[in-house]
């Protein structure tokens, strides 16, 4: 997957998470319960914290390179927005306790995203080193 991959989907999925967010405050409150609203902005919020990461992780590609670490800590942020905040919408609009045990694999994916770009910054021979 290329840093343009990454920019894309970063600013697709910030797009979205605006929309989604939209929704929960305009049209979903009068739908669910006060206890599935916070749910489903949960997600929202998730989605726009690794729309970011995403973002920061495509910028850092283009800046600097294309490392084995950058590109599978995109592809963990990317699958834990799928996973994680996509199982709390399905959850919320369907009530199925099963979207919710998934939910942390998500999570997961979210920690090893940031695992793996802090490793990128302490392996990086292209960031300048302090002076």
Do not use: C
């Not at 670490?69 to 199982?87: N, R, Y």
């Not at 959850?91 to 999570?107: C, D, Q, R, S």
């Amino acid at each position: 997957m290329s840093e343009r991959f990454f920019l894309i989907a970063g600013s697709v999925l910030a797009l979205f998470a605006v929309v989604l967010g939209a929704f929960a405050a305009h049209g979903l409150q009068s739908l669910v319960s006060e206890k599935l609203l916070a749910i489903f902005r949960t997600g929202v919020n998730y989605q726009f914290y690794h729309s970011f990461a995403l973002l920061i992780t495509g910028i850092l590609m283009h800046l600097f390179s294309a490392t084995r670490l950058l590109k599978v800590a995109g592809i963990a942020f990317l699958t834990g927005i799928i996973i994680f905040s996509g199982s709390l919408y399905l959850y919320v609009f369907t009530e199925n306790k099963a979207f919710g045990m998934i939910t942390p694999i998500g999570g997961l994916s979210f920690i090893s995203g940031w695992l793996l770009l802090t490793l990128y910054f302490f392996s990086s021979s292209t960031l300048k080193q302090d002076k």
